[in-house]
């Protein structure tokens, strides 16, 4: 087994266990506010340290970054890091691990679409056929059976912070070719953290800072880390089309981790509409290399 598929199969622990962690952290504080700070903050300290040790006398020279390229690493940060995070922890409070997970696998199909719109990448007709199965089957997982009923706030907010890490990835593809990517990761979290702290300047001045960080954060914080590290070291040496697979076992471990561990039920429909959200985004990873 190649190293890269070891550090795939990482990311894709470490994302499947961060589902149910942000579950239970987020709801052991008063505030998603206050758990995207820490969790932030922890990320941010492991990688910045990672980094210096890995790149060691080399840091100076990868910290130079083309002026033009700051505006799309600062987008990625407060999009990814920043309003994705802080919506994921927000729907967390009312929604699960698992559809929190799987709504990231729509994030392949939508950066797809803004490639498609601002950048002009083609799509074929498959593709929006296993995109449109990927919504019901999503719509499935929230709801637990099928009918038409609403779907829950917890989960909207979990969709809407889809669309802004979706929109990141496009400024992350600008972004990669001139940039290191341990360095886009530790200007990515430091974005987030200040987009958060704007966030709770406006909404929650006082209480941001008022609560000790929670054992939850801190696994938070590794587990993110370990997703964002293990990731790009699988894509030096491995395919993106082999990384982003094998990443789709994430949202597996989380329902498995759910079942078992949080007592959560899941419906047959929930759970076969889980598994054929994971094929869809499967097979739409292997159509953006064919």
Same mark, same amino acid.
């Given at each position: 087994?190649?190293s890269?598929?070891?550090?795939?199969?990482?990311?894709?622990?470490?994302?499947?266990?961060?589902?149910?962690?942000?579950?239970?952290?987020v709801?052991?504080?008063?505030?998603?506010l206050?758990?995207?700070?820490?969790?932030?903050?922890?990320?941010?300290?492991?990688?910045?340290?990672?980094?210096?040790?890995?790149?060691?006398?080399?840091?100076r020279k990868?910290?130079?970054?083309?002026?033009?390229?700051?505006?799309? +690493?600062?987008?990625?940060?407060?999009?990814?890091?920043g309003?994705?995070?802080?919506?994921?922890?927000?729907?967390?409070?009312?929604?699960?691990?698992?559809?929190?997970?799987?709504?990231? +696998?729509?994030?392949?199909?939508?950066?797809? +679409?803004?490639?498609?719109?601002?950048?002009?990448?083609?799509?074929?007709?498959?593709?929006w056929?296993?995109?449109?199965?990927?919504?019901?089957?999503?719509?499935?997982?929230?709801?637990?059976?099928?009918?038409?009923?609403?779907?829950?706030?917890?989960?909207?907010?979990?969709?809407?912070?889809?669309?802004?890490?979706?929109?990141?990835?496009?400024?992350?593809?600008?972004?990669?070719?001139?940039?290191?990517?341990?360095?886009?990761?530790?200007?990515?979290?430091?974005?987030?953290?200040?987009? +958060?702290?704007?966030?709770?300047?406006?909404?929650?001045?006082?209480?941001?800072?008022?609560?000790?960080?929670?054992?939850?954060?801190?696994?938070?914080?590794?587990?993110?880390?370990?997703?964002?590290?293990?990731?790009?070291?699988?894509?030096?040496?491995?395919?993106?089309?082999?990384?982003?697979?094998?990443?789709?076992?994430?949202?597996?471990?989380?329902?498995?981790?759910?079942?078992v561990?949080?007592?959560?039920?899941?419906?047959?429909?929930?759970?076969?509409?889980?598994?054929?959200?994971?094929?869809?985004?499967?097979?739409?990873?292997?159509?953006k290399?064919?």
């Open positions: 087994m190649s890269g598929v070891i550090y795939a199969f990482l990311t894709a622990i470490c994302f499947g266990i961060t589902g149910v962690i942000d579950k239970i952290g709801s052991s504080v008063n505030s998603p206050v758990y995207s700070l820490q969790s932030l903050l922890v990320a941010l300290i492991i990688t910045t340290l990672l980094t210096v040790i890995h790149l060691n006398k080399l840091l990868y910290l130079r970054i083309p002026r033009e390229i700051w505006l799309y +690493i600062i987008m990625v940060g407060v999009l990814a890091s309003l994705f995070v802080y919506f994921r922890f927000m729907g967390l409070v009312e929604s699960t691990g698992t559809f929190a997970n799987l709504s990231q +696998i729509m994030t392949t199909s939508l950066t797809a +679409i803004l490639a498609w719109k601002f950048l002009r990448e083609k799509l074929p007709i498959i593709f056929i296993l995109f449109s199965i990927i919504i019901i089957s999503t719509l499935l997982v929230s709801i637990g059976e099928i009918k038409l009923v609403a779907i829950s706030r917890g989960d909207l907010f979990i969709l809407v912070g889809t669309l802004f890490l979706a929109a990141a990835n496009i400024f992350s593809k600008l972004a990669a070719e001139k940039v290191h990517p341990m360095v886009i990761a530790i200007v990515r979290f430091v974005f987030g953290v200040l987009t +958060i702290v704007i966030i709770g300047g406006l909404f929650n001045p006082i209480g941001l800072f008022s609560q000790p960080i929670t054992i939850w954060a801190v696994l938070s914080g590794l587990l993110w880390t370990g997703s964002v590290i293990f990731f790009n070291f699988a894509l030096q040496r491995i395919s993106v089309t082999a990384t982003t697979s094998i990443l789709m076992l994430g949202p597996i471990l989380t329902l498995v981790l759910e079942s561990y949080l007592k959560q039920s899941f419906t047959q429909v929930q759970i076969f509409a889980a598994i054929i959200v994971v094929c869809c985004g499967l097979f739409i990873t292997r159509l290399t064919s």
